[in-house]
């Protein structure tokens, strides 16, 4: 996760904290998690593709981490479709850490 700054990580972990012991309800850490947490930009499929290249992995290859089909990977880097939810989210943290920050 990347959080907009030190102070925003500390707010976060302790309300997350609060959440597992249950004082904290799933919409009140949802408005926590918008409110802590950079939003994952979206990307293109040129992007989508530098992403992978990088990580030297075949389409099929880079589905599989994503848990995604091969042509799901395909159409994104086509600009058929374009990625939202989790998968933009692992493709944004492939793309600032690698693809170890999955496995």
């Keep these: 996760m990347k959080y907009k700054s030190e102070v925003f990580a500390a707010i976060h972990d302790t309300a997350q ?8 309800s799933d919409t009140e850490m949802k408005r926590f998690d918008k409110s802590c947490l950079t939003k994952a930009e979206p990307l293109t499929g040129e992007q989508i593709r530098a992403i992978r290249e990088h990580e030297d992995l075949t389409q099929a290859a880079f589905a599989i981490h994503l848990n995604v089909g091969k042509n799901q990977v395909s159409d994104w880097e086509r600009g058929i479709k374009k990625p939202s939810g989790a998968a933009l989210k692992l493709l944004t943290l492939v793309k600032n850490k690698g693809i170890e920050a999955i496995m």
């Design 17 to 24: 904290g609060l959440h597992q012991a249950g004082v904290i």
